[in-house]
């Protein structure tokens, strides 16, 4: 069997141990759903005001796809790993020409369809219940990739450091959290202290964020996608991009490195 | 020669896991280790494989174990848990998927007992049939050399001897076969060589019957009495050899003087509750070389192993 069918035969496995996970499919996609549902819906943006959310609704389409971006491979890729380790899989695994590279780059194929599918939903309900002015980009799909592939590498390199699935989730939670609200997602850095600003910077998210937001976010009253000159390469969705597939290359290859080949 | 270790040392803190332990194995050879739990079995399984790293040396086909093509290997770990919600068929054929060239799925889940059941997802299989799985994908790839670690545990006595037919089969067709086990009736009727494990060392190596000739010990008749003083010194008096037991008197005799230790109890007054006669085994080589104390009056009962 070739690269290609190998890697074809562990995402057909890894796409069934998903799919007929019902509760992890639910929540997969109720995530996102009821986080616009609480943002978009009930607390609704602002723009006139102060507060948390003072950006027309199609600022923070970027941040629902965040979330999926985020949550999805980071969680389902460390457990993974750890359900791997539980079960001695790797063991057997090493003994099989499947490379450890192989084996997340078929994770990371079943995450970019698991999370295009869920940003189909971001997209489609951010417009019927906020009314969001979105602009349809192709960057969309490179974004949501090298996103994806990303997380799906620091899931691997949390996975190989928790000792347990119980210890992915908590590990899991405990980056994400403070990614998904300190990387020009949900909150603008205006809201943040001065001294803080350059620290959104170091997340990889931020430019996800941004450059989605820049891709596809027109502001109410403008045919012009939403562009400012700040930061080190401004918000740029293909300069963004260019630094977030980067990003990717590296959290992968560290992630690949992590994939234990023993138990 | 498949597999040639050399003093291989694996320490774990202060415990030593494998502490020098040497062995080749043959072409088409069927070569079972067999040892209490803790005694290195697993641990030599992984040296092996290149799963684990040690000291000395340890070549597959002439070369290290990171250096051979999976292609070449078949791997069941022990505890292996596969994807639970993936059917026997679609774990046969996935792990299939993984080589250059894998058997036929329905093949292999022929010759493991499970067509019936190939579409049932692996969590909803019984003990057995999950292990029956798990050897089905180790034997997909038509490995020229096959390692298992415990196969057969947690298999009913049908499906044990089903699989042991299995591995019968492809050791005939020229599969060398390295399998780790608890039951000494899987190493009598499998084995060509025994390597028995005791704290990390290999403490006996041989075919079977070589072990038992050198560790097996005599026949040996276990009687159970109700004044066991009473009879030792009987049959003492009368010549016959009692062998050190501190639980029960066993008298080193063939089968054939059975009656006259019988009377010679009854003629010192002593009433037999119980008489066994048996031959030793592996089971006698592995209790005594892995220091095991255990009744052998419950060594004399049929056990579902020995079916």
Redesign the interface.
């Known amino acids: 069997?070739s690269r290609a069918?190998?890697v074809?035969?562990?995402t057909?496995?890894a796409w069934?141990?998903f799919v007929?996970?019902r509760t992890a499919v639910f929540f997969t996609f109720f995530f996102p759903v009821i986080i616009i549902l609480i943002f978009g819906a009930l607390v609704r943006t602002d723009p006139t005001g102060g507060g948390l959310f003072t950006e027309p609704p199609g600022y923070y389409v970027a941040g629902y796809l965040a979330v999926v971006v985020l949550f999805t491979p980071l969680s389902r890729v460390g457990s993974e790993v750890a359900r791997h380790r539980?079960?001695?899989?790797f063991?057997?695994?090493?003994?099989?020409?499947?490379s450890r590279a192989e084996w997340l780059l078929a994770q990371m194929l079943v995450n970019v369809a698991v999370v295009g599918l869920a940003a189909v939903l971001v997209f489609g309900l951010v417009v019927a219940v906020t009314g969001a002015g979105v602009a349809a980009s192709p960057l969309v799909v490179p974004y949501l990739v090298a996103g994806v592939a990303l997380f799906c590498g620091l899931g691997a390199v949390l996975g190989r450091v928790a000792d347990s699935q119980d210890g992915v989730i908590a590990a899991a939670n405990g980056v994400a959290l403070p990614l998904l609200f300190l990387s020009r997602t949900f909150v603008p850095p205006e809201l943040l202290p001065a001294w803080f600003r350059p620290v959104v910077a170091l997340s990889p998210l931020t430019y996800f964020a941004r450059g989605l937001r820049a891709a596809t976010f027109r502001p109410p009253g403008t045919l012009a996608t939403y562009r400012t000159g700040d930061a080190l390469v401004g918000t740029d969705p293909t300069l963004n991009l260019a630094v977030l597939a980067a990003l990717a290359v590296g959290f992968f290859a560290a992630g690949a490195l992590a994939v234990p080949?023993?138990? | 020669m498949v597999i040639r270790a050399e003093r291989v040392r694996r320490r774990y803190g202060e415990t030593a896991a494998l502490d020098g332990v040497s062995l080749s194995v043959g072409t088409g050879t069927v070569f079972v280790l067999a040892g209490p739990n803790g005694a290195g079995k697993t641990t030599l399984i992984r040296a092996l494989t290149g799963t684990t790293r040690v000291d000395g040396t340890v070549e597959l086909f002439g070369k290290p174990p990171s250096e051979v093509s999976g292609e070449r290997i078949g791997l069941l770990p022990q505890e292996f848990a596969p994807a639970d919600r993936l059917t026997a068929r679609e774990l046969v054929a996935y792990y299939g998927g993984l080589h250059e060239e894998s058997r036929d799925t329905d093949t292999v889940l022929e010759d493991v007992g499970l067509t019936e059941t190939a579409d049932t997802h692996y969590e909803d299989l019984s003990g057995g049939q999950k292990r029956r799985v798990c050897v089905g994908t180790a034997l997909v790839n038509d490995p020229e050399l096959l390692v298992l670690d415990e196969p057969t545990t947690g298999v009913d006595p049908a499906g044990r001897h089903e699989l042991w037919g299995v591995i019968e089969g492809l050791a005939e067709r020229g599969t060398t076969v390295v399998l780790t086990t608890h039951y000494m009736a899987e190493a009598e009727r499998l084995a060509d060589r025994v390597g028995l494990l005791a704290d990390g060392r290999l403490v006996a190596l041989g075919s079977p019957a070589e072990l038992l000739e050198r560790h097996g010990g005599a026949d040996r008749l276990v009687v159970a009495v109700d004044d066991q003083g009473a009879a030792t010194r009987a049959l003492e008096r009368a010549g016959y050899h009692v062998l050190p037991d501190e639980r029960h008197l066993a008298v080193g005799v063939g089968p054939e003087e059975i009656p006259a230790v019988v009377e010679t109890l009854a003629d010192a007054g002593v009433d037999c509750e119980r008489l066994t006669w048996r031959q030793p085994d592996l089971e006698d080589v592995y209790l005594a070389l892995a220091g095991v104390d255990v009744d052998p009056q419950e060594l004399s009962e049929p056990e579902a192993v020995r079916a």
């Open positions: 069997m069918g190998r074809a035969a562990e057909r496995a069934y141990a007929r996970r539980d079960g001695n899989r063991e057997k695994l090493a003994t099989t020409p499947l080949t023993t138990n």
